[in-house]
């Protein structure tokens, strides 16, 4: 049997046409057999799109296709189409393995640029999660949700702690709710997309399925009540994510791109180019086109430059990128690596993704538009503040493959090395927290403005509070450190730890919320936040903050015409590097915003 040869989609408007898979009917241990059939979204043909994880690149399985001809599908989509047939029916699907030529460039550009409209006029979004290993995890969520539902809202509308008493304590959903979220489903770019624009989404695993908004519900209450693991509140963040663009369609009020990109960072892409491809379709404006002729690095300095061209804004060269390392060859240091996974929270951006307050370090300044002729380098007018002269330890958020409480007090134990190096940074040579610092604040205050990346003059009070209180449980932290106490307990019954953990599901759950009670305080989620892979820093002017993870001793601490924050940079032969956008207690504001003393430079 040959393999299947795609025709070119047409004739008419290519823009406009789709391959539909006719999946017929079969049972069981049958073949997948196919009809494909072009059609154009102009005619609203009735389909539902599958949604799904790519997985391994091998061909597992062969469908056959129009009786003489057969397709090799990968493990993923062949255990989706064999579960989502049906025995009697043919059943109509978009699916992207088989529906777009992978190996036309052309084609697949322009199938993607069409896939919001793909996924918003099918009938349904399928999501297929994979089989169902444990053989239950969909099942018990299933029961839980139809227990919500005779829920009476009306006399408890938001009542979390009824809910909890009723529903919420019990370990078999926190279980179930991890391993349904460990799904590799939950991390493609791809997803974000394909439910926001769906009609209707239902979720399938192995035989059992849940409705999309049955998912986020379960969430809703489970989210600092049973949350297991600080792994799953990646997962949890994405779910948000995908809520907040789903309401956003539906309201027809699209976000920008810029902010689409930041919300959606954690999300993984086999393809690089697809952390931004993926998010087009959720946008309000046209900075870019899927074209996968381009490389990536190429991709990201045109998409840095359109929107530097129509917004003026310099913010966008601040975003963080890998704190790890800066790799030339990604592009010039003054366009975003958007493929980069573990990254800092941004700085100048951040009222893009939260309600904190804005910074103005430069007064409202603009940028004039200025390139290199070969567009490799970038004109800013910079006023420069100061230079690092002491630096803390890189604080590293807890990201462990597989958590567990030993895991987790190495990590402690690590984290408050940290702390201990940055309070070192903090107090220098004063003898007490109550020292001044340059701006009549004392140095307690400023320390914990700087965990926070600054806050308004309403919340100081009530923050101010909230941190003595935290402070306070932390010195605990460091005395059991430094007695010992923590680690050498865990490590000498670790072997018992593992043996209960493993074994009854009680003690399992138990531990995951010991450690889950740590992360679940919304201050310490914004500390946390502000300070991951981030230093604390120390400038020879003595100004304080958080400089990014790469920062050096001897980094120009500047401030940027047309930025929010203040950045590093570092000299080099044909200009500067950026290093990141950093904050600078004292200066976010435009307390020391000189225009006078900016002179041009050169950003490579």
């Known amino acids: 049997m040959k393999q299947y040869v795609y025709n070119e989609l047409g004739p008419g408007d290519q823009r406009q046409a789709i391959r539909l898979l006719l999946l017929l009917p079969g049972k069981q241990g049958d073949p997948l057999r196919c009809t494909i059939e072009t059609n154009f979204l102009g005619n609203y043909p009735d389909y539902e799109a599958l949604s799904y994880s790519w997985g391994s690149d091998q061909a597992t399985e062969r469908i056959i296709c129009n009786d003489n001809t057969y397709l090799a599908l990968n493990q993923s989509p062949s255990s989706a189409l064999r579960q989502l047939r049906h025995d009697r029916e043919t059943r109509i699907i978009w699916a992207d393995a088989i529906c777009i030529n ?35 995890t969909l099942k018990t969520l299933v029961k839980l949700m139809q227990e919500l539902s005779k829920v009476d809202n009306r006399a408890h509308p938001k009542d979390r702690v009824f809910i909890r008493k009723a529903f919420g304590s019990r370990d078999k959903h926190m279980l179930a709710l991890s391993s349904l979220l460990e799904k590799p489903w939950f991390r493609r770019i791809w997803v974000i997309q394909e439910v926001a624009m769906a009609k209707e989404a239902v979720i399938h695993c192995g035989s059992e399925s849940l409705p999309w908004e049955g998912l986020c519900s379960i969430l809703e209450l489970e989210n600092g009540i049973n949350a297991a693991w600080a792994n799953n509140q990646i997962i949890m963040d994405i779910v948000a994510g995908i809520a907040f663009e789903r309401k956003a369609v539906r309201q027809g009020t699209p976000p920008c791109l810029l902010q689409v990109l930041l919300r959606h960072r954690a999300s993984l892409a086999s393809d690089p180019r697809d952390k931004i491809y993926a998010l087009l379709g959720l946008c309000n404006d046209d900075l870019v086109e899927a074209n996968y002729k381009l490389q990536a690095s190429d991709l990201h300095r045109l998409l840095t430059q359109a929107h530097l061209r129509r917004y003026c804004n310099l913010d966008i060269i601040t975003v963080p990128s890998s704190p790890f390392y800066q790799d030339p060859r990604t592009g010039p240091s003054w366009v975003p690596d958007w493929g980069a996974l573990d990254t800092a929270s941004p700085l100048a951006l951040r009222t893009q993704l939260t309600d904190d307050t804005k910074y103005d370090a430069t007064s409202q300044s603009t940028w004039r538009l200025v390139f290199s002729e070969n567009n490799a380098m970038l004109g800013v007018e910079a006023q420069f503040l100061d230079r690092i002269s002491a630096l803390g330890d890189v604080r590293l958020p807890y990201r462990p493959k597989e958590p567990d409480l030993i895991s987790f007090f190495k990590w402690l134990q690590t984290d408050i090395r940290v702390h201990q190096s940055w309070y070192k940074i903090c107090l220098k040579n004063a003898t007490s927290w109550k020292a001044p610092y340059c701006t009549g604040e004392t140095i307690f205050d400023v320390h914990w403005h700087i965990l926070l990346a600054g806050c308004s003059k309403l919340e100081f009070e009530e923050l101010g509070k909230q941190m003595k209180e935290i402070c306070e449980t932390y010195r605990i932290f460091v005395w059991a450190s430094k007695m010992r106490l923590l680690l050498m307990t865990t490590l000498r019954f670790k072997n018992a730890v593992a043996k209960w953990t493993s074994q009854y599901s009680f003690f399992y759950s138990f531990f995951r919320r010991i450690i889950y009670t740590a992360s679940k305080n919304y201050l310490q989620l914004r500390v946390r936040r502000s300070i991951s892979y981030r230093r604390m820093m120390r400038t020879g002017g003595d100004y304080l903050g958080l400089v990014p993870a790469l920062a050096q001793v001897g980094d120009h601490v500047v401030l940027l015409r047309g930025t929010s924050a203040p950045a590093v940079l570092r000299q080099c032969d044909s200009g500067y590097k950026l290093i990141g956008d950093c904050y600078v207690h004292g200066v976010m504001n435009g307390e020391t915003f000189n225009s006078s003393e900016c002179k041009d430079i050169w950003l490579v």
């Open 102 to 136: 992978q190996s036309d460039l052309d084609e697949k550009s322009i199938q993607v640029n069409m896939m919001k409209d793909i996924y918003r006029q099918a009938r349904q979004v399928l999501v297929w999660l994979g089989e169902d290993q444990e053989g239950n």
